[in-house]
């Protein structure tokens, strides 16, 4: 019984949300705080980089393409600092070669996604991301 209410229990997690399009920004962040995580909106790089020093997120969900410091930028900053240990980084973009993505994944980068996913699956998107060893009901391992 107490693997299944692990299961059923919801993933709270924090969470910095870098993204310069403030619609769509808006449009996550209230998906993500409806699901019952904390969300910290930033709207270029340089506050995201200040956010996750000053926060000490789970979890950044940053756009590559930003401005003041693109996404890759904030990462390679963030790769000497001791508050981003643990981090996990999710990059979001609608454009990614594989240049781009290579070096995401050297800088600690754990998924891409496409901003043009359905917000409908953003909420397991994050949960597998915080809690990648927790098995999902309907999934091998459930």
């Known amino acids: 019984m107490e693997s299944v ?3 059923s ?13 403030s619609d769509l920004r808006a449009i996550y962040a209230l998906c993500l705080r ?3 995580h904390v969300v910290w ?3 270029d790089g340089a506050q995201a980089l200040a956010m996750v020093r000053a ?15 693109n996404g890759l930028e904030v990462l390679e900053r963030l790769g000497r600092d001791s508050e981003a240990v643990g981090l996990k980084v999710v ?15 050297a800088l600690g980068v754990v998924d891409f996604w496409a ?28």
Do not use: F, H
Request: charged share 25%; proline share 8%.
């Open 115 to 142: 901003k043009d996913m359905s917000i409908d699956d953003l909420p397991q998107r994050i949960e597998r991301v915080v809690c990648p060893t927790q098995a999902m009901p309907g999934q091998p391992g459930s």
């Open 34 to 36: 409806e699901a019952g």
């Open 41 to 43: 909106e930033a709207a």
């Open 55 to 69: 926060r000490a997120p789970e979890l950044l969900l940053i756009d590559i393409w930003m401005p003041i410091l």
């Open 9 to 21: 229990a919801k993933v709270s997690a924090t969470i910095v949300l870098a993204q310069d399009d």
């Open 91 to 105: 990059m979001l973009s609608n454009q990614s070669d594989a240049d781009t993505r290579l070096e995401g994944y």
């Open 5 to 7: 209410d692990k299961l």
